[in-house]
């Protein structure tokens, strides 16, 4: 079983940063290709970000691509997501999620076999 634990919302300026970081604990996060996915509310939880198990391969939403980037430590169990120039519609819940395997499986939520609690992330304009 792998533990996931957000960290690094909060309320940060239309065109600001922020960087979320999600700790694992438990046995066999190396084997885990690693999601960050996002949910507004009355909205359902949408892919953002993901990055194999090596860290050698990402895949990010259309919406993020050029302002995001998904990063991983193996050595410390973390996975991060650097967030720049962020706008009001990148408001929600983030969450990160382990998945196994790779692929376009990676973005659909049902495919995910762990989550964290979510990290609150809020853009104001």
Do not use: H
Not at 5 to 14: A, F, I, R, Y
Not at 33 to 50: C, D, K, S, Y
Not at 61 to 68: I, L
């Amino acid at each position: 079983q792998v533990q996931l634990v957000e960290s690094g919302g909060g309320l940060v300026q239309d065109g600001g940063s922020l960087r979320l970081s999600c700790a694992a604990s438990g046995r066999g996060f190396i084997t885990y290709a690693m999601g960050w996915f996002r949910q507004a509310p009355g909205q359902e939880r949408e892919f953002v970000a993901a990055i194999s198990w090596s860290g050698s391969t990402t895949q990010y939403t259309e919406s993020v691509e050029g302002r995001f980037t998904v990063s991983r430590d193996n050595a410390k169990n973390t996975v991060a997501l650097q967030m720049n120039s962020l706008k009001p519609e990148d408001s929600a819940v983030y969450y990160c999620g382990a998945i196994t395997g790779w692929g376009s499986k990676v973005t659909f939520v049902d495919e995910y076999e762990y989550w964290g609690q979510g990290t609150q992330v809020t853009v104001s304009s």
